[in-house]
């Protein structure tokens, strides 16, 4: 072979190496430009039993309100990590069948249809049964019209999910609560009608807690297919109080009815570093990959700040399981929870107030007009949000010339850490010519510092949160210094049952009283 040959030859080698080099680094690069970048908790704040859904180009999630309302907040994000708040499912309040306990929304959408399904759990208040109901709307951000319970077992059903067999048989699947009264707890499913307004035939049971690491329950099941089995994912232990446990498990079955068999290596995924009590979330598809939206408590913040959206990548074991590293990190900058509000022009959709009272207030060029109440177990009229991290401070500016009520800032919680506690709260009020800091407990209102307030002008006060519980107070007059109220006050025992605290604002009064909130702002440390 000629010289001119083999040096033609090597240089065609040479091109073919590098381009197949550039090719694996531009694949490589392509790929890592894909990739989803978990910023956890993409929920942050108190979302428990989280769900998630695809339609069109858009991921949609829900979380369990507990006694909050507006109800069943509606959540988008174009890639899991972002969200942003753009509807309720009864932005007005409960529906007129349901009393409260309002958890484990299921969100589902039926491309054939073109429609959107939104399943959730509340009580009845003919039967006091926890009953599993659903609402359609042709948009997750449109006008949701509710077709009421489901099932209703005589010890409560909950937590439902729907999934087609393997015939595309359409099935719903729920709990039975027979925790609640020292029993099993069996995932039931059974065929409903592609309305989803009735069940058909008759309940078939999947499986139930029979595994030690179980414990007293199993619930919060997602089911999905791949590689020819149907995949449940579901959590056990206790949820949703200071000494939870909870943790996930994985099922699987060639169909849907069974039988089902369990993974020999449960719970899949469980405390770490970082999260804890780690449970009851929603598997779904993004660039070939697998991810579960779940919820659980920081490390950091504890049982304080409630049950967090946590994203995490499922894995595959050799023998087809889906399993998790456990090692979901906490990635947000707290400064980016930071938020103002002046009121004007409109209520922004983040406050909350209890399911129970009809909330009246007016917003506008001169802030918020709440109406005072002796509501919410004497607390008044509530409008908050969810705390979102242990280490933030809170001020209000009050106008007191234009208020007749005791209005202020309230860190509002339980009576107790007890299932079903009244709420209670630990605040800094005003009243009359008098700043008060005050606890507000089973209807009892017991002043703990006084200060005088001298001017008739805007007047602000301040509530500063350490570790999530620790409390100190401080007022200014329009643009004077701050004066410390009181001493550092520890509202650990008012954290409540199965929720974060809220913080925010309340009216205590006559209905025909009112407090004007001038703004608010909320900054994290």
Known sequence: MSTNRVTLLLSFLAFLIISACQTAKDNKEAQTASATVIVNPVLPGDRPDPTVVKVGEYYYASTTSNEWAPLFPIYKSPDLVQWELVNYVFPDGAPEWARNNFWAPE?????????FYAYYTARDKTSNRLSVAVASADSPEGEFKDHGPLVAQEAGSIDAFEVRDENGKLYLTWKEDGNS????????????????????????ELFRNDVDWELNLVEGVCIFRENDYFYATY???ACCDKACNYKAGVARAKSLLGPWEKYEHNPVLKDNENWKCA???TVVRKDGDHYLLYHAYSTQGSVF???EGVLEKIKWTEEGWPIFENNASYDREKVSLTFSDDFNPELNPIWQWRVTQDIQYSTGENGLLLKASEENEGLGSLLVQTSTSTEYEIEVGIDPSNSDAMGGLLLVGGANNGFGAPVAGFGIGIVDDKVQVIENRD??????AEGSLKTSEKANLRMVVKEGHLLQFSYAETEGEWVKLGEEYDAAHLVPWGMGFRLGLFAKGSEAQTVNFKNVNIEHK
């Not at 969100?107 to 429609?115: A, F, M, N, T, V």
């Not at 020292?182 to 059974?190: K, N, R, S, V």
């Not at 209807?443 to 703990?448: C, D, E, T, W, Y």
């Open 107 to 115: 969100l589902s959408y039926d491309e054939k249809q073109g429609k």
């Open 443 to 448: 209807k009892a209102l017991v002043v703990k």
């Open 305 to 307: 700040v409630g049950r």
């Open 181 to 204: 009264r020292g029993l099993p707890t069996p995932i039931w499913a059974q065929e409903i009608n592609e309305e989803r307004t009735q069940l058909l035939g008759e309940p078939k």
């Open 279 to 281: 449970g009851h979330g």
């Open 235 to 237: 959590s056990a232990g």
